[in-house]
């Protein structure tokens, strides 16, 4: 079945370096891949998206890349600060809409 | 953005009796909603697709007879879960989506005791 995995599992920084994490994904399939920041005990927030069409899209300090020959896409968060930390999931989707999560990255901004 | 809401955020109930939970999108018709189950420190685990008028589509491993879906109206899926048990505590979130994006509930916290 369709399998996503995500690294690192725990990334700590200091604040105002960059973080990435990277996924890849099984599907050959999947064509929408978005990136989720979940505080405990909440819902998981839509922090930005990608589709199978881009290769990288940014949002402010936010960029998420996309290699879909390698089946492999990322996030960057730059100048992190600490309100940063929280739990990132990557996830994957093809045309059924349903997503497969990524194991999560626990991401640490020390002031 | 579009908004989705749980009920209730938090049940504790006895081991062998029957939770319901509801998740309703509030501003928009939801073509799919999706159940989730996350265990502390883990992921999201997709339990089961549901469409409106349809029967549920579970995910392997989930067991439809102890977790009811239904999807009564475009708006409205509950999920049951039936003769629940401590290992299924959990913390369970439900999303819907409009085609183009899932947008997630809250999310309910069951303790089963």
């Known amino acids: 079945g369709e399998n996503v995995e995500q690294h690192p599992s725990t990334l700590s920084v200091q604040e105002g370096d960059s973080a990435v994490i990277k996924c890849t994904y099984s599907?050959?399939?999947?064509?929408?891949f978005p990136w989720y920041k979940q505080e405990l005990g909440k819902r998981p927030q839509l922090i930005i998206d990608?589709?199978?069409?881009?290769g990288e899209k940014k949002d402010q300090r936010i960029a998420v890349t996309l290699n879909k020959t390698a089946k492999h896409f990322s996030l960057h968060i730059t100048e992190t600060q600490p309100e940063d930390s929280a739990v990132y999931f990557c996830?994957?989707?093809?045309?059924?809409?349903?997503?497969?999560f990524g194991t999560g990255t626990r991401l640490q901004v020390f002031p | 953005g579009a908004v989705v809401s749980q009920h209730p955020s938090r049940v504790i109930c006895k081991s062998g009796t029957s939770v319901k939970i509801e998740c309703r999108s509030l501003?928009?018709?939801?073509?799919?909603m999706f159940w989730y189950r996350q265990f502390p420190k883990q992921s999201l685990m997709l339990m089961a697709t549901?469409?409106?008028?349809?029967?549920?589509?579970?995910e392997q491993g989930v067991e439809k007879d102890k977790f009811l879906i239904n999807h009564a109206s475009l708006t409205l899926s509950t999920l049951t879960v039936t003769s629940a048990h401590p290992e299924d505590s959990s913390f369970y979130i439900c999303?819907?989506?409009?085609?183009?994006?899932?947008?997630f509930g809250p999310g309910t916290r069951l303790t089963v005791t």
């Open positions: 999303s819907a989506s409009d085609s183009y994006e899932q947008y």
């Open positions: 599907d050959s399939a999947s064509n929408y």
């Open positions: 990608i589709r199978s069409n881009v």
């Open positions: 996830a994957a989707s093809s045309n059924t809409d349903k997503l497969i």
């Open positions: 501003d928009f018709q939801a073509t799919t």
């Open positions: 549901s469409n409106e008028g349809s029967k549920a589509t579970y």
